[in-house]
T-cell receptor, first 111, second 112 residues
Framework: ELKVEQNPLFLSMQEGKNYTIYCNYS?????LYWYRQDPGKSLESLFV?????AVKQEGRLMASLDTKARLSTLHITAAVHDLSATYFC???????????FGKGTTLSVSS | NAGVTQTPKFQVLKTGQSMTLQCAQD?????MYWYRQDPGMGLRLIYY???????DKGEVPNGYNVSRLNKREFSLRLESAAPSQTSVYFC???????????FGSGTRLTVV
């Protein structure tokens, strides 16, 4: 059974500090997706990581993919309040027909 | 605006009632999906349609049925609602198997 595990599930961050969240998966997927969800809202696409070693950056967020370790990281640089949200990673299932999501990591930034 | 449109946005049902959640996309995507989101559970796949005319079960299909009416529309039906089906339901679509999703805004369903 394909598993996608995120940790931590909750992260309380201080403004200005750096943090990393992790996404481990159990299949041999060569691409991985990160989504952001604000409270009461839908999911919006953040990053698509297409191959081993892929790195994508937008603003204070940087995502990377290590397909050999089956691990993706989402690094937050100098956290700000606007980053408070829930972040999901997802990979294709074995047949490639659907995305399987992790349980999400909820980030809360305080000053 | 182009995207995935879900109706209704909110719904309260009594146990045993039936209803259909509607989803339409205008991006000419082949594949469409229904997920449910529950606290602490992430998103779980209910049903999907890889292309017009096909539907398949996902992880949690019990108590649901779907119809891919045409390429644009993919509906989710609850024949006899149960409190365990209280959830937020998201419809999503994508161009093909190697692409990510575009999500609808969600339907918040409460079954009392």
């Amino acid at each position: 059974e394909l598993k996608v595990e995120q940790n931590p599930l909750f992260l309380s961050m201080q403004e200005g500090k750096n943090y990393t969240i992790y996404c481990n998966y159990s299949t041999t997927s060569d691409r991985l997706y990160w989504y952001r969800q604000d409270p009461g809202k839908s999911l919006e696409s953040l990053f698509v990581l297409l191959s081993n070693g892929a790195v994508k950056q937008e603003g204070r967020l940087m995502a990377s993919l290590d397909t050999k370790a089956r691990l993706s990281t989402l690094h937050i640089t100098a956290a700000v309040h606007d980053l408070s949200a829930t972040y999901f990673c997802a990979v294709h299932d074995q047949a490639g027909t659907a995305l399987i999501f992790g349980k999400g990591t909820t980030l809360s930034v305080s000053s | 605006n182009a995207g995935v449109t879900q109706t209704p946005k909110f719904q309260v049902l009594k146990t045993g009632q039936s209803m259909t959640l509607q989803c339409a996309q205008d991006m000419n995507h082949n594949s469409m999906y229904w997920y449910r989101q529950d606290p602490g559970m992430g998103l779980r796949l209910i049903y999907y349609s890889a292309s017009e005319g096909t539907t398949d079960k996902g992880e949690v299909p019990n108590g649901y049925n779907v119809s891919r009416l045409n390429k644009r529309e993919f509906s989710l039906r609850l024949e006899s609602a149960a409190p365990s089906q209280t959830s937020v339901y998201f419809c999503a679509s994508r161009e093909g198997n190697l692409y990510g999703y575009t999500f609808g805004s969600g339907t918040r369903l409460t079954v009392v």
